[in-house]
Structures are given as structure tokens and as C-alpha cells.
């Protein structure tokens, strides 16, 4: 969780574990990603996110750093939801769906575009019967 120092003074934080531990120092207005209790016992504030944005992560493919967007999974769930109350589309056909295309919007945006789904026939029509609004 995300905190952030509204004091006017340095706090020293010690991170780490019972005998292999350092000490940062947080400046005033700067932020830390701490655990709640332990940001709560420093007396930080938390720090609100912005939840429209979904949040970025720095990863390797090989030896190239890429980034990758989190979706929350909230969304997942209902999207997976909505997938499996689609007579036809079990809960296993609604994780390779999810695999292709991660969001309804994703999903949405290939039938307007009347773009070819990786799927059955019958699973195609389905879609494209459920989202081809």
C-alpha cells in the first residue's frame, strides 16, 4: 500500500526482516510502499489511486523490459460471468476467451471490427450473437 510522508520532518523507516533489516529515510511528501499497519504506525497518510487507470507493471522477455497492465480482478469476474450465463460457453471456454481478448471491450472491439475469433464455429456465432449489438 502506498503512503505518503505529510510531516514536515525526515522519518527514518526500517525495512526488512528481524536481523537483516536497513533503514530508509522518507522526506516530507514523498511516498513508500509499505504494509498497511506498518505505514499506519509511522503515522503516513494513504495515498488515493487514481482506479480508472489500470496499473503498470515492469517485467523481462529475455533480455527487453516491457510493461504490462493489471486488470483488476473485479472485472475479470464479471466479464467471466457474463461469458458463462451465454448458453453454450462453460467456465473453462470463458478463461481461453479471457486469454485472447482480457477485456469485454477487447472482445467488443474485434466483433465490430468483424475481425476472426480464434474459436468454434459455434462459439463465434455465440459471441457475435451476445456482443454484435
Known amino acids: 500500500m502506498k503512503f505518503i510522508n505529510k510531516s514536515n520532518k525526515n522519518v527514518e523507516v526500517r525495512i526488512g526482516k528481524r536481523f537483516d533489516y536497513s533503514w530508509i529515510t522518507v522526506k516530507p511528501g514523498k ?3 509499505l504494509p498497511k499497519e506498518k505505514g499506519m504506525r509511522y503515522e503516513f497518510e494513504k495515498v488515493l489511486e487514481n482506479k480508472s487507470k489500470p496499473k503498470v507493471t515492469e517485467g523481462k522477455i529475455g ?3 516491457v510493461e504490462t497492465k493489471q486488470i483488476s480482478k473485479k472485472k475479470i469476474d464479471d466479464y467471466k ?3 458463462v450465463l451465454i448458453k453454450g460457453i462453460s467456465s473453462k471456454t470463458s478463461k481461453d476467451i479471457i486469454k485472447v481478448f482480457p477485456t469485454e471491450k477487447d472482445l467488443l472491439k474485434a466483433i465490430s471490427n468483424k475481425e476472426s475469433i480464434p474459436f468454434r464455429d459455434d462459439i ?9 449489438r
Open 81 to 83: 460471468r457474463k461469458l
Open 124 to 132: 463465434e456465432k455465440k459471441l457475435r450473437n451476445e456482443y454484435g
Open 31 to 33: 511516498t513508500i510502499d
Open 63 to 65: 533480455k527487453t523490459k
